[in-house]
């Protein structure tokens, strides 16, 4: 079955950065379209960056300059590269995989806090 397994959450000050990763399974990788989403406290699941199957990529207007999305279709990774990580970005990191049908990772915490 298809699984996506997220890590490289965790604890950062402000200003600083991570790297996400989320490993796929049970899926052809490389014909997939990959994204990340979050959701925080109180708001709703909203889109981070998306990257498609043929490399185009789309993000939220909050993270333009600081978050990088990329893939590595023969380690079937998508990866997500924050810098000048804000409080405001605080939230439940979930990896997503566009098939037929849609799926989700279990998600990796990021709070960004002094």
């Known amino acids: 079955q298809v699984q996506l397994v997220e890590s490289g959450g965790g604890l950062v000050q402000p200003g600083g950065s991570l790297r996400l990763s989320c490993v796929g399974s049970g899926f052809i990788f490389s014909i997939a379209d990959m994204g990340w989403y979050r959701h925080a406290p109180g708001k709703q699941r909203e889109l981070v960056e998306r990257?498609?199957?043929?490399?185009?990529?789309m993000y939220d207007d909050s993270v333009k300059g600081r978050f990088t999305i990329s893939r590595d279709n023969g380690k079937n990774t998508v990866y997500l590269q924050m810098n000048s990580l804000e409080p405001e970005d605080t939230a439940v990191y979930y990896c997503?995989?566009?098939?037929?049908?849609?799926?989700w990772g279990q998600g990796t915490q990021v709070t960004v806090s002094s």
């Open positions: 997503n995989a566009g098939l037929t049908n849609t799926y």
């Open positions: 990257i498609r199957r043929g490399g185009q990529t």
